[in-house]
C-alpha cells in the first residue's frame, strides 16, 4: 500500500469514528431538550436533609425552590423513607426523583414534578449554547483533521474535540438521567483534558520527537484506571461515590491545568518564532474564552448574587467556542500574523463601541425619563440632534482612544511599513557601500531601541568581514565573538528563530539574501529595554532584510564595476608604458647599428621595461588568486637577516639618493614564513619607501621580538612624504593610489600593498603603519613566532 492510500484509509477510519461519537453526542443533545429534570442536591446536615445546591436550568429552580429549603416529600413518599439509605454518604443528587415538596423557613411548602412539566427556557438555552460549542469543535476538528492528515497535533485536536463534544453533551444527558449518559460522561470528562495535554506537547512543530514516542501515551494512564475503576465503584445505590467523584474531577481539573502549564511553557521556552505565535495564538484564544465568562458572568454572580450575571450562564457558555477557534488557527497559520495590531485593534473598537453605547443609552434614558413633557416632534428632533452629536464624535473620541491606548501599551509603537518606505530612498541616494551599511545598521538599532547592531559581509572566501557596527558591536572583542559564531552558524539559530541561546548578546542573526546568494549577516543585539520583539518588529526586520539585500548587491555591484574600470585605466596605463619602452629600443636595434657600448645600455633598458612587465603581471595573477582564495603558502623556518640583506641589497640598487640602515634584534625567536613571498613583501615595502621618500634620506629595516604579543615585528621606516589619516585603512586595498601633487609622477599600479596585507594575513601576521605627513611613513609587519603558534595550535 502506498502512503497516499495510507493517509486515506487513516482519514476514512477516524472520521468514521468521528461521526458515531458524533451521533452518539446528537443523541444525548436530542434526548436530553424535551426532557426536564429537577437538578436539585441535598445534603445531610445538623438539621437534617436540606437543599444543598439548585441547577440554575433545573424544574427545581424554575419552582422557586432554593438552598436550604428541606425535603417532606419525595416520589410521593415522605422524604425521610427515600433518603435514609443515603443517610451513610451524605449527599444525594436527585437523579431519581420525579416528585417533590420541599418547606422553606417561613414554613410555605412548593412542589415540583417531571410529569407535565416541559424544562425551562433556562435549560433549552444551556443546551443550545452547549451544542454551537460542540459543532465549533467538531467543524473545526474535522475542517484541521481533512487538511492536515499527517500532522499529530491535527489528528489530536480533531479527537479531543470529539471527546469533549461527547462529555458536554453525556454531561447533559446524566443530570436528565439518560440511560448510559453518565457512564460516557465520566469516561469523556476523565480522558479529554489528556488528549489536550497530549495536543500541546506535540503542537510545537520543533518537538518531533514526542511525535513517535510511544511513552507519551502514559499519561492517559491514570484515566484509564479510573475509568475502569468508576464501572466497579463509581455508584452507589444510583448514586455517584462521593469521594471517587471527586478523585474524577480532580484528575479532569489536573489534566487541564497541565495542558495550560505545557502552553505556557511552550510558549515561554519557544526559541522559534513560529512556534512563539503558534503558542500565543492558543494563548489568546483561551483568554478570550475564560475572561468575557469571567467579566460577564462569574464575577458579577459573586459580587450580586446567583442570577445576576451580565450575560445569563446558559449564553456565556458560547465563549468556550473561542478555543477550538484558536487551536485550529494555531495548526492551519503558516504565516506570522500581526496579533499585537489585532489585539490593539479589537481594544480600541471594543471601548469605542462603550462609549458610543453609553452616549446612546443616557440619551435614550433622557427622552424617556422627560417624554411626558414633551411633544413627538420635540422628541424626533432630540432624536436627530443627539444621533448627529453621536456621529459627530465617533471621530475624535477614536483618535482619543486610540491615543491613550497607544500612549500607556504601545509606548514605542512605530509603523513599520513607514519605515521601511522611507527607507529604501535613503539607501538609493547612499554614496557608497559603506554608507549603505551604515544606514542598515543605523535604522535598525534605532527604531529598535537597541543595544547594538552589526552588518558583516561576506567576503570573496566565504569569510565574514565587518562592514558597520554600532552599539556593543563597536567593541572589537565582541566584533571577534561575533565573526567566529558566524563560520559555525546552523539554521536554528537564524531569523526568525532567536540566536540568544547560542550567545547573550545576540537576539537575531538575519542572512541578507539578494538573486538566490548570501551577501552578508545583520546581527542585533537585545534591545535595551530587555522586552522581547514584538510581530510588529519581526515584520520590519523582514522588510529591512530584503531591502537591505538588495541595495548591498547593488552598491557591491557597482564597487565591482568601479574597481573594473580602475583596473582597466591602470593595467593598460603602467602595461603600455615599459611596453612602449620595449618596442623603441627593439626597433633602434634593428634600424640602427650603435657602438657596442651604446647597444648594451639599449638592451639594458629591454631587461628593465621587460622585468617591469614581468613585476605587473605577477601582480596582477596573485590579485587574482588572493580573490579567487587561492594563496598557497609555503611556511619553512627562515634566517631573517638574510632575507633583510638581499631585499635591502636590491632596494639599493635602483637608488643612490637613500641609505638602508639594517637592525635586527639579538636572539630572535624563529618564525614560519613562505621564504619567497616574504621576501616579496618586504621588497615591496622597501621600494615603496624609496618611490615615496623623493628626496632620498635613510630607510630603516629593523626586526624586534614583541613579547606582549609573541610576534617578531618588522618595521621599514622612511623619510618621505607620509601618509595623511584619511588614506591609512584604504592604502591596503586594491587600485587604491594617493592622489597628491607629491605622489604625480611615481609609477605605480595600487596593488602592492593590497597583494602584501593578504599575504601577511596568510602567514598568519597583520600589517599596519603610522605615519606623518611630509615627515615619513613606518610600515609594521607582524608575524607571531613558532612557539607560540604550537602552543596555540595544541591548546585549540
Ligand atoms: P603602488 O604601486 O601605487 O606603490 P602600493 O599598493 O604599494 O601601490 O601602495 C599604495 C599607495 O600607498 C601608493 O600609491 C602610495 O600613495 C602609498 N604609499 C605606499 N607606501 C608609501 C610610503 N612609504 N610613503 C608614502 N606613501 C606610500
Known sequence: MNQGDNIMGKRLLFSLFGLCIILVSLTFFALSISKPYLGIEFSKSAQGWVVRAVDATGLAKSHGISVGDKPIEINGQPAQIFLEKYDQDGTVWGLFISELTVVDIQGQSKSVSLEGNSPPAASKIELASWLVVCIVFWIIGYFVFLKKPKNTAALLLYISGIILGLSFSANMGAARSIPTASYLSAAASLIGPWLLVHFFLVLPEGSTRLHSNPRVYLIYLPALITIVLFLLIGYHDGQPVLWFRSLRLFESGAGFAIAAGIAIFNYAGAISVRIKQQMKIVLIGCLAALIPILVLNVIPQAIWGQGNAIVPDGFSILFIAFIPIALGYSILTQKLMDIDLFIRRSAIYGLITIVMAA????????????????????????????????????????????????????????????????????????????????????????????????????????????????????????????????????????????????????????????????????????????????????????????????????????????????????????????????????????????????????????????????????????????????????????????????????????????????????????????????????????????????????????????????????????????????????????????????????????MGLYIAKEWTKAMGGDIWLKSELNKGSTFFISIPTQDFKDSFKALS
Not at 628 to 635: A, E, P
Open 359 to 750: 452616549i446612546i443609552t443616557t440619551a435614550i434614558l433622557a427622552i424617556i425619563t422627560f417624554q411626558k413633557f414633551l411633544g413627538r416632534p420635540q422628541q424626533i428632533i432630540i432624536g436627530l440632534i443627539l444621533g448627529g452629536v453621536a456621529t459627530a464624535l465617533f471621530g475624535p473620541v477614536k483618535s482619543g482612544i486610540e491615543f491613550v491606548i497607544d500612549k500607556y501599551l504601545y509606548k514605542d509603537r512605530y509603523d513599520y511599513r513607514q519605515i521601511i518606505k522611507s527607507l529604501n530612498p535613503l539607501l538609493n541616494s547612499a554614496k557608497d557601500f559603506s554608507d549603505v551599511s551604515r544606514l542598515i545598521v543605523g535604522t535598525t538599532v534605532q527604531t529598535l531601541n537597541l543595544a547594538g547592531g552589526c552588518l558583516c559581509i561576506k567576503n570573496t572566501d566565504g569569510a565574514f568581514d565587518v562592514s558597520a557596527s554600532q552599539g556593543i558591536f563597536v567593541d572589537m572583542t565582541n566584533q571577534k565573538r561575533l565573526l567566529n559564531l558566524l563560520s559555525q552558524r546552523n539554521i536554528k539559530i537564524e531569523f526568525p528563530n532567536s540566536a540568544t541561546r547560542q550567545d547573550i548578546i545576540l537576539s537575531y542573526l538575519i542572512p541578507l539574501i539578494a538573486g538566490g546568494k548570501e551577501i552578508g549577516v545583520l546581527c542585533l543585539s537585545p534591545k535595551n529595554s530587555k522586552q522581547d520583539f514584538s510581530s510588529d518588529d519581526l515584520f520590519l526586520l523582514e522588510g529591512i532584510a530584503s531591502v537591505a539585500a538588495i541595495s548591498l548587491r547593488s552598491a557591491i555591484l557597482v564597487h565591482d564595476v568601479s574597481i573594473r574600470d580602475t583596473f582597466v585605466s591602470i593595467a593598460s596605463h603602467e602595461l603600455r608604458t615599459p611596453l612602449t619602452s620595449i618596442l623603441g629600443y627593439t626597433e633602434l636595434l634593428i634600424n640602427k647599428d650603435p657602438p657596442e657600448s651604446t647597444r648594451k645600455r639599449w638592451l639594458k633598458h629591454i631587461l628593465n621595461n621587460s622585468q617591469k612587465l614581468t613585476d605587473l603581471i605577477d601582480d596582477l595573477l596573485n590579485v587574482t588568486r588572493i580573490q579567487s582564495g587561492k594563496i598557497i603558502m609555503k611556511l619553512e623556518k627562515v634566517n631573517l637577516s638574510d632575507i633583510f640583506e638581499e631585499r635591502a641589497a636590491i632596494a639599493q640598487e635602483s637608488t643612490s639618493k637613500h641609505k638602508f640602515v639594517v637592525e635586527i634584534e639579538l636572539g630572535l625567536p624563529a618564525i614560519l614564513v613562505d621564504r619567497d613571498k616574504f621576501g616579496e613583501v618586504i621588497g615591496n615595502i622597501l621600494s615603496n619607501a624609496v618611490k615615496y621618500s623623493p628626496n632620498g634620506g635613510n630607510i630603516t629595516l629593523s626586526a624586534r621580538y614583541e613579547l606582549q604579543s609573541h610576534c617578531v615585528v618588522v618595521s621599514v621606516i622612511d623619510q618621505g612624504i607620509g601618509i595623511g589619516p584619511a588614506d591609512r585603512e584604504s592604502l591596503f586595498t586594491t587600485f587604491h593610489r594617493i592622489q597628491r601633487p607629491e605622489t604625480q609622477g611615481i609609477r605605480g599600479s595600487g
